[in-house]
């Protein structure tokens, strides 16, 4: 995915247009039988987006799969307009459990799109970017050479 960003509030006022950053996004699995699967996922990656439903905290996966590794976590706190929505309890989760800055979570709802202009951004700005290289790869997406992962 490609996404346009001001790095630190820079508006580019200048008449420069806003740098592009290629993020390369997964969706683990949620189940905790699909550990190993997933903390092989964690060992290619340099941070995580760590979203937390407001009402259920902390699930077991996450557990298993976040202490072993040494990750930058961004965490997101979604579901917030439920009724049974606890965000103070959840920071202190997250506090308790990946010695989380409370007030760096951030408060997101997908179902009215409250706090989710904040994700990307947060993303680009707190998780360092890979090592090395990935100029080929950027190179075969501009050319439309990219090899079909479906077929």
């Known amino acids: 995915m490609f996404y346009k960003h001001s790095i630190n ?42 979203v937390v439903d407001a009402a259920q905290g902390v699930q077991a996966q996450i557990v298993a799969n976040l202490p072993e590794s040494n990750l930058t976590i961004v965490p997101a706190i979604n579901k917030i307009g ?36 904040q994700v990307l951004p947060a993303v680009i700005e707190c998780i360092p970017a890979p090592r090395g290289t990935f100029t080929w ?6 050319r439309g050479n990219m090899p079909c992962c479906c077929c």
């Open 9 to 50: 509030g820079d508006d580019c006022s200048d008449g420069k247009e806003s740098p592009s950053f290629a993020l390369n996004l997964i969706d683990t699995p949620g189940h905790v039988n699909f550990s190993y699967e997933v903390s092989r996922l964690l060992a290619v990656y340099q941070g995580v987006l760590l």
């Open 82 to 117: 439920q009724p049974t929505a606890d965000t103070d309890w959840v920071k202190a989760l997250l506090r308790l459990m990946f010695d989380l800055e409370p007030s760096d979570a951030l408060l997101t709802s997908t179902k009215t799109g409250e706090g989710l202009e």
């Open 137 to 142: 790869f950027i190179l075969m997406i501009e």
